[in-house]
C-alpha cells in the first residue's frame, strides 16, 4: 500500500512535470531545495483555487473583507507576534550521515512505530473474534496494547515536557534512551540538538547592522493584525467581521520533501475572523463547517477529509484542529482553524503603543477582539487536487489513457475547439466559435494529429470538455461535445454551447453548491 501511494506520487510529480504544470524551480542550474514554478497549466489551476477561495469568502460573506499587504513588515512585528522568539524547530544532526533531522519528527516517528504495533495487534485481534470484536474493550484490556500505549503517551509526555521548557538537552536525551537511529545510516551518532528559527531574513538598504536586519513574512496574518484598524475604520466594519488574504509565505523549513507540500516559499490563504471575546468557541464551530464545506463540495469524496484536533495547544490558542487531506502520503494537513484569543492584536499593542480596539456600540465599551482564523496552503490545496484527480484507466478496446479528473470550474483549460481535419473550412468555422466561447472560458485550439491522440491530451490535462468540428457542422451548425470523464459525446447547436458549458464549469456553479 505505502508502495503503491508512493508511486503516485512520484506519478503526479511526472505528469506535472511533463504537462507543464510544476517545474523544479531553476532546474537548467539542477534546481534549488524545496522550490518550484508553476507552468503554463499550474498557473491556470493555482488561479482557480484561488478565485474559489476568494469568492467564497469575501463575494459570499459581506462581512469579510480583503488586503494584499506587504510581504516586508516592520521588524518589531515578529517580535510581537512572537516569531523572533520561538517560531524554531529543533533540529539535531547525525554525525555519520551528516544528515540533519527534526528532533520532535524522529521522536514522534517512534511513537507512530508503537501506534503501528497496536494497530497490528488490533486488525489481529479483529480478525479472530470476527463480529462480536470489540475495539474499545480491547484497547482497554489487552496487556500488551495496554503496555504499547502506556509507553507511547510516556515518550509524548517526555517530548512535551522538554518542547515548552525549551529543554534541549532533554530531548537529545530521548532520543538517545529510545535508541533512535538515522534512518537513513542506521548510525546513533548524535550531534546536541540546537534551536533553528525558521525565518529568512534579510537586509533593508545598503547598511548591514543589526536594526536593518528585516524577515521574510513566515505567514500571511500578521500583515491582517496590524491592518485591523484601517480595515475595520476605512470599511466602517461591524464585529463579527473577517480580513481575507492571499500571499507568499517563507519558511526555512529543516526538511523540506514531499514535492510541492512542504516548500520554503509558499502561497498561504488566512482570513481573520474578529469576534467578541466569549463568542470564539462558537465562531470556531461556524467555520469548522464552513470550511469542510468548501472542500467537500469539490467532490474529492468526504472520506478524504478529517478533522484532527491539536491537543498540544499553542500557548496562545483556546481550540484548534487541522483538515487532513487524505495525500499520496497519508493524511496530513491541509488546512488550520485556529481560536488565538486576544494574543496578537494585544501584542501589537503593547509593542507598538497604539490602541487597537474596536468599540462596540451596542454594549458602549471597547475592548481587543478574539480571532478565528482559517488558514490554508494553497500550494497543498493545488497538490490535493492533482494527486486525487490523476487517474489512470484501461480502456475498452484495450488502450490506455492518463486522465485529469479535475473539478470542471477549476481545470486550466475548460474547452478545447478541434476541426476533425484541417481542411474544407473547418479551422475557419472552429475559430470563429472560439472566439465567441473565449470571453466566458479559457479554451483552446488545435488542428494537429488525430482527433484521437488531442482527446487525450486535454485528458492528460483535465480539460472537461472537447468540441469536435466536422462537416456537419458546416451545413446545420451543430458540433459534437465530448465528455472528459465518460469520454460519451452528443451533438449540440452551436448556439446552445455558451449556456451549457456555463451550468458545469463555471465557477458559480460550484459556488452555488456551497
Ligand atoms: P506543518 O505542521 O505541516 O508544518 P503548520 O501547522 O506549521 O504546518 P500553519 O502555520 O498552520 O502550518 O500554516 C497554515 C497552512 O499553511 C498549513 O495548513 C499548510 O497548508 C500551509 N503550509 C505551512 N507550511 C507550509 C510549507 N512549508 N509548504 C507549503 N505549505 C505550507
Request: net charge negative; proline share 3%; hydrophobic share 35%.
Amino acid at each position: 500500500m505505502a508502495n503503491s501511494d508512493d508511486n503516485l506520487l512520484k506519478k503526479v510529480i511526472a505528469h506535472a512535470k511533463e504537462y507543464g504544470f510544476v517545474f523544479p524551480s531553476s532546474e537548467i542550474y539542477d534546481g534549488l531545495a524545496a522550490a518550484y514554478d508553476y507552468g503554463q497549466n499550474g498557473v491556470e489551476l493555482k488561479n482557480n483555487i484561488k478565485e474559489y477561495w476568494w469568492k467564497f469568502m469575501t463575494q459570499l460573506h459581506e462581512n469579510i473583507v480583503g488586503i494584499d499587504a506587504a510581504i516586508f513588515m516592520h521588524p518589531t512585528t515578529w517580535k510581537a507576534s512572537g516569531h523572533v522568539d520561538a517560531f524554531n524547530d529543533p533540529l539535531i544532526d547525525n554525525k555519520d550521515s551528516k544528515k540533519r533531522y527534526r528532533a520532535d519528527v524522529l521522536i514522534e516517528d517512534a511513537i507512530a512505530k508503537i501506534e503501528d504495533k497496536i494497530n497490528k495487534e488490533v486488525d489481529k485481534a479483529a480478525k479472530r473474534f470476527g463480529d462480536s470484536f470489540d475495539r474499545e474493550m480491547y484497547l482497554t484490556t489487552n496487556p500488551r496494547v495496554v503496555e504499547y500505549q502506556k509507553k507511547a503517551d510516556e515518550i509524548n509526555q517526555r517530548m512535551k515536557d522538554a518542547i515548552e521548557k525549551s529543554d534541549l538537552a532533554s530531548l537529545r536525551q530521548l532520543i538517545i534512551d529510545l535508541e533512535i537511529a538515522d534512518p537513513i545510516s542506521g548510525s546513533r551518532n548524535w550531534t546536541e540538538v540546537r534551536q533553528f528559527n525558521l525565518m529568512f531574513s534579510t537586509e533593508l538598504g545598503s547598511v548591514a547592522d543589526e536594526a536593518s536586519k528585516i524577515y521574510l513574512r513566515p505567514e500571511t496574518a500578521q500583515g491582517i493584525f496590524v491592518n485591523f484598524l484601517n480595515v475595520q475604520k476605512t470599511g466602517r466594519m461591524k464585529i463579527p467581521f473577517g480580513i481575507a488574504q492571499i500571499g507568499k509565505a517563507f519558511r526555512n523549513e529543516i526538511i523540506a520533501r514531499q514535492f510541492i507540500f512542504r516548500m520554503r516559499e509558499f502561497e498561504q490563504m488566512e482570513m481573520q475572523f474578529f469576534v467578541k471575546p466569549g463568542e470564539e468557541m462558537k465562531w470556531y464551530e461556524f467555520w469548522k463547517e464552513k470550511r469542510i464545506k468548501w472542500h467537500k463540495v469539490l467532490g474529492l469524496g468526504d472520506d478524504n477529509y478529517r478533522f484532527h484536533d491539536h491537543l498540544n495547544l499553542a500557548h496562545y490558542a483556546n481550540a484548534a484542529c487541522d483538515i487532513q487531506f487524505n495525500f499520496p502520503m497519508g493524511f496530513k494537513e491541509l488546512e488550520g482553524i485556529h481560536s488565538r484569543t486576544d494574543f496578537d492584536l494585544k501584542n501589537h499593542e503593547k509593542y507598538s503603543g497604539k490602541k487597537l480596539q474596536y468599540f462596540d456600540t451596542e454594549d458602549n465599551k471597547s475592548y481587543i477582539p478574539y480571532v478565528v482564523e482559517t488558514s490554508i496552503g494553497l500550494d497543498r490545496m493545488f497538490l490535493a487536487i492533482l494527486s486525487n484527480s490523476y487517474t489512470e484507466e484501461k480502456l475498452e478496446d484495450g488502450s490506455e489513457r492518463t486522465v485529469l479528473r479535475i473539478p470542471a470550474p477549476l481545470a486550466p483549460c475548460k474547452v478545447a475547439i478541434l476541426p476533425l481535419v484541417k481542411k474544407d473550412g473547418l479551422p475557419e468555422k472552429s475559430e470563429e466559435i472560439m472566439k465567441e466561447l473565449r470571453m466566458d472560458f479559457k479554451c483552446y485550439y488545435e488542428d494537429k494529429d488525430t482527433i484521437g491522440k488531442r482527446y487525450r491530451r486535454m485528458d492528460a490535462i483535465g480539460t472537461p470538455y472537447c468540441i469536435t468540428v466536422d462537416h456537419q457542422t458546416m451545413s446545420d451548425n451543430t458540433v459534437t461535445l465530448r465528455h472528459r470523464d465518460t469520454m460519451e459525446q452528443e451533438r449540440l447547436a452551436i448556439s446552445a454551447l455558451t449556456s451549457k458549458l456555463q451550468e458545469s464549469v463555471s465557477m458559480s456553479s460550484l459556488l452555488n453548491k456551497i
